[in-house]
């Protein structure tokens, strides 16, 4: 069974830019699509990017669009989002997730593995 662990999270300046990683314990990694989700205080889970299993598609969140570029290297079972501009609203935990399904969902529900979430704070 797959197991996710976020890395990179941290306090930033609006602005900024951090760089998450999730890497993946199972060697059938390149078989799965990845998410990323975010949830702040009070707030839904919300999606915020996610390549397929290729790496060769890629959906964002529309409050992402243009800031954030997730990309994947199936060969390190490594999954990664690169956050530029960020903005307060960005302040969030922001998860991991994988799904194995040939469809790509945006929807957390469809996602059965989750990491255990990295915080990222962004200051003004």
């Known amino acids: 069974q797959v197991q996710l662990v976020e890395s990179g999270g941290g306090l930033v300046q609006a602005g900024g830019s951090l760089r998450l990683s999730c890497s993946a314990s199972?060697?059938?990694?390149?078989?799965?699509?990845m998410a990323w989700f975010r949830q702040a205080p009070e707030k839904e889970r919300e999606f915020v990017a996610g390549?397929?299993?290729?790496?060769?598609?890629?959906y964002y969140g529309d409050s992402v669009k243009g800031r954030f570029t997730v990309s994947r290297d199936n060969a390190k079972n490594t999954v990664y989002l690169q956050m530029n501009n960020l903005k307060a609203e960005d302040t969030a935990v922001y998860y991991c997730?994988?799904?194995?399904?040939?469809?790509?969902?945006?929807?957390?529900?469809?996602?059965?593995?989750w990491g255990p979430g990295t915080q990222v704070t962004v200051s003004s």
């Open positions: 199972a060697r059938t990694f390149s078989t799965y699509n």
């Open positions: 997730a994988a799904d194995g399904s040939w469809a790509f969902y945006r929807d957390p529900s469809w996602y059965d593995l």
């Open positions: 390549i397929r299993r290729t790496g060769g598609t890629t």
